[in-house]
C-alpha cells in the first residue's frame, strides 16, 4: 500500500488527462498530415524526428531544472504548454501543422523528467515499482480514451483536425491537477552511477525500435483503407500497455529482468511481426499491436524505477537523461523509419527489431557484471 496514495493519484490523473488530450493529436498527426495534406511519409518520418530531436534537449534541459528550481514548478510549466499542439487543427498546411505540433510535444518532454521525479519525490524506495505502474496505467487509460473518441469521431465523419482543436479541454484540466501536487523539491543535480548510464544507453537503442505509433497506424490504413480502424490499432496498443503497466506495477519482479526479457525482446519480436505479418491485415496487425503494448508497459514501468534506485544525486536530472537517451533514438529511429518506409514497410519494421535486440542484448549484459 503506498503511503501517499493521494499525491500519486494527482500525479497520474494529470498523467490521464493530458493524455486524454494529447494522444488524440499523436494519432491524428499522421492522418493529419498524409492523408489531409498529402505530405511523403519520409516527411512524417522527418517531422516525428524533429518532435523527439528537440524534445531531447528539452527533456535533459527540464529534468536539470526540475532539480535547480522545483519539480512541481517545471512540470506545471511543461504542462501547461503542451496545449500549443491542440492548434494544430487550424493548420493551413503539413508545415506549420509540423511547425504546432512540434511546439507542443517538446514541452512535453520538458515537463516529464519533473513529473517523474515527483512521483519519485512523493514514495518510498519500495514502492517505486507501484507507483510507476500506476502511473503509466492511468497516462495510458487516458490515451486508450482518447482513441476512442477519435476512432468514433472519424467514423461519424468527424474531421481529424476538429477533434485536436477540441484536445485542448482535457490539457488544461491536466495543468490544474498537477498544480495541485504537494511536491516541488529541488537540491543540487549529480550524475548516475555507470549502469544508470547503461541503461540509458540501451533505451536508446530501444527507442530505435520505439518508432512513432503512426507508422502502424499508416500500415493499417493501407492493408485496410479505413481510417478509423487504422486509429483502433492505436487503440490495441494503448489498452495492452495500460493493463500490463498497471500489472507489473503490483508484480515482485526483477526490474532488469522484466525489461530485458518483456520489454526489448518482446518488442523486437513484435516489429519483426509487423515486418511478416501485416498483409494479413487487422488478423495480423492488432494482435502485434498488443505486444508491443506490452512491451513498452514494460520499459515505462522499469526504467524510471532502476533509474531513481541508481541516481546519486537528484532524480529530476536523472530521469532528464534518461529521456535524453530515449529522444535521441527515437529521433534516429523514426528519421531511418520514415526512408525505410518509402521503398518497403517490411524493410523499415525489420530495422526497428534489429535495434531492440541489441537493447535487450546490452541489459543482459549489464546483468551478468
Given amino acids: 500500500m503506498l503511503t501517499n496514495r493521494r ?15 494529447y494522444q488524440a493529436a499523436v494519432a491524428s498527426f499522421p492522418i493529419i498530415l498524409v492523408f489531409y ?26 529534468g536539470y531544472l526540475a532539480d535547480k528550481y522545483g519539480r512541481k514548478k517545471i512540470g506545471v510549466i511543461g504542462n501547461s504548454l503542451i496545449v500549443i499542439l491542440s492548434f494544430t487543427g487550424l493548420a493551413a498546411n503539413y508545415i506549420q501543422a509540423i511547425i504546432l505540433f512540434m511546439l507542443g510535444w517538446w514541452f512535453r518532454n520538458f515537463r516529464t523528467p519533473a513529473r517523474r521525479a515527483m512521483v519519485s519525490e512523493v514514495t518510498q524506495e519500495n514502492e517505486r515499482s507501484e507507483a510507476y505502474g500506476i502511473l503509466h496505467a492511468l497516462d495510458i487509460g487516458g490515451a486508450a480514451l482518447a482513441i476512442l473518441y ?22 488544461v484540466i491536466s495543468t490544474i491537477l ?67 503497466g498497471y500489472i507489473f506495477g503490483k508484480l515482485r519482479l526483477s526490474e532488469y529482468k522484466a525489461l530485458a526479457f518483456l520489454g526489448y ?44 534506485k541508481l541516481s546519486k544525486g537528484e532524480v529530476g536530472t536523472s530521469m532528464g537523461a534518461l529521456s535524453l537517451g530515449r529522444s535521441i533514438g527515437l529521433l534516429i529511429g523514426n528519421t531511418a523509419m520514415g526512408f525505410l518506409y518509402q521503398i ?3 524493410y523499415a519494421y525489420a530495422f526497428a527489431s534489429i535495434m531492440s535486440f541489441i537493447a535487450f542484448m546490452i541489459v543482459l549484459t549489464s546483468l551478468r557484471e
Fill in 7 to 21: 499525491e500519486v493519484l494527482k500525479i497520474s490523473f494529470s498523467a490521464f488527462f493530458a493524455d486524454l488530450g
Fill in 265 to 308: 525482446l518482446l518488442a523486437s519480436l513484435a516489429s519483426l511481426g509487423f515486418a511478416f505479418l501485416s498483409p494479413l491485415g487487422l488478423i495480423g496487425i492488432y494482435p502485434l499491436s498488443f505486444l508491443m503494448g506490452i512491451a513498452v508497459a514494460s520499459t515505462e514501468t522499469f526504467e524510471p524505477t532502476i533509474i531513481s
Fill in 150 to 171: 477519435l476512432t468514433i469521431a472519424l467514423y461519424l465523419g468527424i474531421k481529424a483536425t476538429v477533434v485536436v482543436l477540441l484536445t485542448a479541454i482535457p490539457l
Fill in 344 to 346: 518497403s514497410f517490411s
Fill in 37 to 62: 495534406f498529402h505530405a511523403p511519409i519520409f516527411v512524417y518520418g522527418i517531422a516525428e524526428s524533429l518532435n523527439y530531436g528537440g524534445g531531447s534537449l528539452m527533456s535533459l534541459l527540464g
Fill in 178 to 244: 498537477l498544480a495541485m501536487v504537494k511536491a516541488g523539491g529541488k537540491g543540487k543535480p549529480k550524475l548516475m552511477v555507470r549502469k544508470g548510464w547503461i541503461l540509458v544507453i540501451s533505451t536508446m537503442f530501444f527507442a530505435f525500435s520505439q518508432y512513432s505509433f503512426g507508422f502502424p497506424i499508416i500500415t493499417t490504413a493501407e492493408f485496410t483503407h479505413k481510417l478509423y480502424l487504422a486509429t483502433i490499432t492505436y487503440g490495441v496498443f494503448l489498452v495492452s500497455s495500460a493493463l500490463f
